[in-house]
């Protein structure tokens, strides 16, 4: 009988040099030392208040699937899909990979870049109009505070796929109208 991998913090930083795994491309081009222990605490924080998510685990199944050059997106994306695979050993692992799914903070911050969008040519092509802009630039504090994004954790990840697929906008794959139902 195959015995059970070693999910100990050790042997996950063992396998991540194995892989020969020494760095990744952050948001902005720029490469960054793989730091497991990092990674490992975001998921940490990120799981607060689910009691049935090793992440451990998780972080074994995620190194399985990094490489060397693996973008932080699609870090965050590996991470994502593995919870939501493992929705089958327990319900909090969906809830787990909603909040790791990548969105933002920040909802003047998407105003700004729906409506700075260009075509696949370049052109100006905004998603919200220049009035909705405006309004939302004027009262940006006001919008912010209202927002509570502690509602986010309410969705699963199939009920966050639901929404990016069907409801949320979109720039370049990334879903941006976090908070939008959030007031």
Not at 80 to 91: D, F, G, I, Q, S
Not at 121 to 144: C, E, T
Request: one cysteine or more; glycine letters at 4%; hydrophobic letters at 35%.
């Amino acid at each position: 009988m195959d015995q059970d991998p070693d999910y100990s913090f050790e042997h996950l930083q063992e396998l991540a040099k194995q892989k020969n795994i020494s760095y990744v491309l952050k948001r902005d081009g720029g490469k960054q030392n793989i730091d497991i222990q990092k990674i490992a605490e975001r998921l940490q924080n990120l799981a607060s208040n689910l009691q049935h998510i090793n992440i451990n685990l998780i972080m074994w199944k995620v190194i399985q699937g990094m490489y060397e050059g693996i973008t932080t997106v699609q870090l965050d994306n590996l991470a994502a899909e593995t919870c939501a695979y493992m929705n089958l050993v327990h319900p909090q692992y969906s809830l787990l990979a909603a909040r790791i799914a990548e969105t933002s903070e920040s909802f003047s911050e998407v105003a700004i870049k729906l409506h700075s969008f260009t075509d696949k040519y370049g052109r100006p092509a905004p998603l919200i109009a220049d009035d909705v802009y405006k309004i939302i630039m004027d009262n940006k504090d006001i919008i912010q505070k209202e927002i509570n994004y502690e509602r986010d954790y309410q969705y699963d990840f199939f009920g966050f796929k639901t929404l990016e697929r069907s409801y949320l906008l979109t720039i370049k794959a990334r879903s941006q109208q976090k908070g939008l139902n959030n007031c």
